[in-house]
């Protein structure tokens, strides 16, 4: 936009003829307004959806900004929180996740995700009890979630709830029939139970619903052991190592399926793959070692006892390493 400036000449004042005349002094031109347009102030409905945008892309950060902003334009937004939630929690602040989730919860506690998320981190930082009540009040409030029931039951499952957990994991079978990890966890509380037959029944069901998955022919290899099927056990690890090749659980298991055979060199060679695939596999060191004994290797006995004992002083199991150690004193003695 140009702008148009105009000058007035003022008037000559005549005083007196035989004055000179004078003239006022001109005065100069001001400077040009310049106006500077404002935008218009984004709602708290558009910083959250720009937010939820940022977070999709990738950028956990922007979100963050958009989302706070929101949050200081209305305080008690519930979706304000939750989204800021869960973007903190891709950005690997729980803490702070944990916070935001509270706060939408405290703005509506009428939305389970809130509950279900909160609750899924609390989980993570090992603190189940909490998460055991946030999934409760998210099927208090949706009770038809499979999910819930299912991610429930883990948590009942750490805190040594057996019961809790199979009747959970039953829940989130009636609602989802074709729930294959609910059918395996629900086998593995089962077999922690010592319920072989229902054990095996449920890992059925879960090879049924995904004939690729590893951990059922796993603990189904544990159940058919317990029952005196080892060929069957057998055949369970081998299947599990054809999916999995370096699956130390089911080299271990097969060795110790293997001594009940009593193919001790066999047994040896699992235990030995079972180190290899996990070098701090505290308890494979430990039966090997008990092996190695049997075999007359009292030297590689000790060894072996020695390392299980290390590892498990490092990971803090000390009612084991107390074992190992008594151990150690037999085999030397």
Do not use: C, W
Not at 98 to 120: C, K, L
Not at 188 to 195: K, P, V, W
Not at 239 to 260: C, D, E, G, M, V
């Amino acid at each position: 936009m140009q702008y148009q400036y105009k000058t007035t000449i003022l008037s000559i004042a005549l005083l007196l003829g035989s004055l000179p005349t004078l003239v006022q002094a001109q005065t100069p031109p001001s400077a040009p307004t310049i106006v500077i347009p404002t935008l218009p102030q984004r709602s708290v409905t558009e910083l959250i959806s720009q937010g939820v945008q940022k977070l999709n892309s990738g950028d956990a950060t922007g979100a963050i900004a958009d989302l706070t902003e929101a949050i200081r334009l209305e305080p008690t937004s519930a979706a304000a929180y939750y989204q800021r939630g869960v973007a903190r929690s891709k950005f690997g602040d729980n803490s702070g996740a944990i916070a935001d989730y509270t706060q939408s919860i405290r703005f509506d506690n009428s939305f389970a995700p809130a509950y279900v998320n909160q609750a899924m981190l609390y989980a993570e930082m090992g603190k189940y009890g909490e998460a055991l009540v946030n999934y409760t009040q998210a099927l208090a409030l949706n009770p038809r979630d499979g999910t819930i029931y299912y991610n429930r039951a883990i948590a009942r499952s750490a805190l040594a709830d057996r019961q809790g957990a199979i009747k959970d994991y039953t829940e989130a079978i009636a609602l989802q029939p074709n729930y294959a990890m609910a059918y395996l966890n629900r086998g593995i509380n089962r077999l922690e139970l010592e319920d072989y037959q229902a054990a095996m029944a449920d890992f059925n069901d879960a090879l049924r619903l995904d004939p690729r998955l590893v951990a059922a022919y796993e603990n189904r290899g544990i159940a058919r052991r317990q029952t005196g099927d080892l060929k069957g056990a057998i055949a369970d690890y081998n299947q599990a190592l054809k999916l999995a090749p370096n699956s130390q659980n089911a080299f271990y298991n097969r060795a110790i399926t293997r001594q009940q055979q009593g193919n001790q060199q066999a047994a040896l060679e699992d235990y030995n793959r079972a180190i290899r695939a996990n070098d701090h596999l505290a308890i494979a060191y430990s039966n090997r070692g008990m092996l190695r004994h049997n075999m007359g290797d009292r030297e590689g006995a000790i060894e072996d006892l020695r390392t299980a004992a290390r590892l498990l002083f490092e990971q803090g199991q000390t009612a084991e390493y107390q074992k190992t150690v008594d151990m150690i004193r037999q085999v030397q003695q």
